[in-house]
């Protein structure tokens, strides 16, 4: 079976958790991506910040998962970030 179908959490680097319902989301790699005034990609980075959607590997149009934009950074750590969206309230874990 291709790796692709047959990914184990050692596969996986992040984990996203939805704290309105519970829903999990891992990923292998993250960005944080900015857009701009007409709503079209308009670049992307390492780091948080208000205003920047979370998004999930992989990086095309099977992406994982997309927050809305992020409206407040409750806390941040080197390996965790609790965070809310204009929709939710997430709790991101580098594992």
Known sequence: MSKLYNNNESDFNWK???LNDGLTKVSKDIKWIEFDKN???KKDYKKIKIGRSL???PFNMF???QTTTVTKVEKEEK???KFKTKN????LFKI
């Open 16 to 18: 996203l958790k939805r």
């Open 39 to 41: 709503g079209r990609f």
């Open 55 to 57: 998004l999930m590997s």
């Open 63 to 65: 992406f994982t998962w």
């Open 79 to 81: 390996n965790y970030v």
């Open 88 to 91: 939710s309230d997430y709790e």
